[in-house]
Nanobody, 126 residues
Framework: QLQLVESGGGLVQPGGSLRLSCAAS????????IAWFRQAPGKEREGVSC????????KYADSVKGRFTISRDNAMNTVYLQMNSLKPEDTAVYYC???????????????????WGKGTLVTVSS
């Protein structure tokens, strides 16, 4: 069993930055691809970014490309999401999730994730 805990959310002004962390306990995080998702009020959960188990492959949604950076430290059992140039439309609860299936590219479909954290709220507002 893998437990995931997100942190780092909060209130930030437009144009500001936040770094989210996803800390894992239980089995080693190195065995999983990890994805970040977000869900705004009244909207479906959407995939934001993912990173392969080794950290060698990453993927981003078009809406965050060039502004967000995903990274991981397997020794620390932690995955990060650096969010820059934040916009009001980035406001959402952000979740990290673990995918046991290791393929050519990490995945950002919520339906295939095996473990989820409980989320951290990011609010972008002046």
């Amino acid at each position: 069993q893998l437990q995931l805990v997100e942190s780092g959310g909060g209130l930030v002004q437009p144009g500001g930055s936040l770094r989210l962390s996803c800390a894992a306990s239980g089995f080693g995080l190195r065995n999983y691809d990890i994805a970040w998702f977000r869900q705004a009020p009244g909207k479906e959960r959407e995939g934001v970014s993912c990173i392969s188990s080794s950290g060698g492959r990453t993927k981003y949604a078009d809406s965050v490309k060039g502004r967000f950076t995903i990274s991981r430290d397997n020794a620390m059992n932690t995955v990060y999401l650096q969010m820059n140039s934040l916009k009001p439309e980035d406001t959402a609860v952000y979740y990290c999730a673990a995918d046991r299936w290791i393929g050519a590219m990490c995945r950002t479909s919520p339906d295939v994730m095996d473990y989820w954290g409980k989320g951290t709220l990011v609010t972008v507002s002046s």
